[in-house]
Structure formats: C-alpha cells, structure tokens
C-alpha cells in the first residue's frame, strides 16, 4: 500500500514521479511502508519483523484494541516505519480488502491503490501526485489484470454516498492539480484528464443503492467521513 506501491506498479514514471517534488518535510522521498495482510496471519508478525530486525511499537501494543488491528514496527533507528493494516483500511472511509488481496501483487490492486488516496478528506499534494502517476501509468477497464478496475470502483461507490462524495471531489482535484504542474507534458496532462472522465461518467452512469439514495437526500449537513487525527486511534 501507500507510495511505495505506487513506485512498484509504475517504474516506468520513476522519473516523472520524482520531478513532480514528491518529497516530505525531511527531504526523503520515502519513509515509511503501508502493508495490508488477513486478520488470521495477526500472531505471526511480530515474530518475523523481530528476525529482520524491526521492533514491535510498544505505544501501540499497549493499545489492545489498536494493537489487534494494526501492528506498527519501526527499524533500529526508529526513523524507518512499518504499518501493517488487517483486512480493512479505516481512515477518512472505510476500504474492506477482504477477498481482494489476491487480486494483485506485490501491492493491492490498482482499483485499491487509487481508493486509499481518493478516500481522504483532507487530501495533499503528495496523494495528488500519487494519483496522477497512477492515472498515467493504467488505463481504466473492468478487471484487475494491470487496469484501475472501474466495474469493482463503481459498485463499491454506488452503496457509498459519503466515500463516492470524497471520491469524486478528490477526482476533480486530481483533474485541476495535473493541469497545472508544469512537469507534465499536454499529452500526459490530457490522459489524466481523459481517464478520471471515463472513470467519474461510469461512477456517474452505475445505478445507485437504495441505501445511497437516502444518505444523499442528508447530504453534507450531516458529517459523511472519519477523522484521522492520531496513527493510534482505531474504532
């Protein structure tokens, strides 16, 4: 998951990636590693990471109900992370990996990839980036072999209102932001620009739930996300 998978699935864009300034605050490209593996393999983690030297993050395994659903180990100098999510990413919205962690690998599959960004609500300029690169390298289709899979998007969407609103919000950034950065050559600013529109008019076009329906009549008035304020809070 996260960045490093991003790099993975397009090596090709490596340089692109890298002129788009996606650095954090450090000057690192990257610092961390987001992976996601099946509840069941919970027991076996901290035994492995142990024998490549990454230590167990004592603050969150005093946090039980934390530590049962996401593990955290950091290398010797605690300056490299490790994250390990258990079937589901909880953050601004929910994504469930349950029976799809075998669609793709090493990393999720690119429909999953372009979700964990588009579901945030305060979305960065790195998630930006991340999407763009993402939206370059991979057509949109409607399965998982090498395409962003629009047909498993848009059904998961259509039962969704609150993370088809941040989805589709974050989809018209994406489309503002790669106008405008000038490390994009016209061509590669019209295929992000062409793919996140074949990808909003199926969302668009897919019947919506019954369930959607209702939430949208709601709206914003009422809240339609999670706050993400702390690494260790966990519903």
Request: aromatic share 12%; glycine share 4%; no cysteine.
């Amino acid at each position: 998951m996260g960045a490093v998978a991003f790099r993975l699935h397009t090596p090709e864009l490596a340089d692109l990636h890298k002129r788009l300034n996606r650095l954090n605050n450090s000057g690192a490209e990257f610092t961390d590693l987001d992976l996601i593996t099946y509840g069941g393999f919970n027991q076996k983690l901290e035994p492995f990471f142990d024998s490549i030297g990454y230590v167990a993050d004592e603050h969150a395994k005093y946090q039980i109900h934390v530590w049962a659903q996401r593990h955290f180990y950091h290398d010797a100098t605690a300056r490299f992370k490790i994250d390990v999510f258990f079937d589901k990413l909880e953050m601004s919205h929910t994504i469930d990996f349950r029976n799809r962690l075998e669609m793709d690998s090493p990393t999720i599959p690119l429909a999953e990839l372009l979700l964990e960004k588009m579901q945030i609500v305060q979305i960065n300029e790195k998630d930006i980036k991340d999407t763009i690169i993402l939206l370059l390298g991979h057509d949109i289709a409607d399965d998982d072999r090498d395409h962003i899979n629009a047909a498993y998007i848009t059904s998961l969407l259509a039962g969704d209102w609150g993370l088809w609103y941040t989805t589709t919000n974050n989809l018209d950034k994406v489309r503002l932001f790669s106008s405008r950065y000038e490390q994009l050559s016209e061509k590669e600013k019209a295929t992000a620009a062409s793919r996140i529109d074949a990808l909003k008019k199926r969302i668009d076009d897919f019947p919506k739930s019954a369930k959607w329906k209702m939430r949208a009549r709601i709206g914003t008035k009422r809240k339609w996300y999670r706050d993400v304020e702390d690494r260790y809070v966990a519903e």
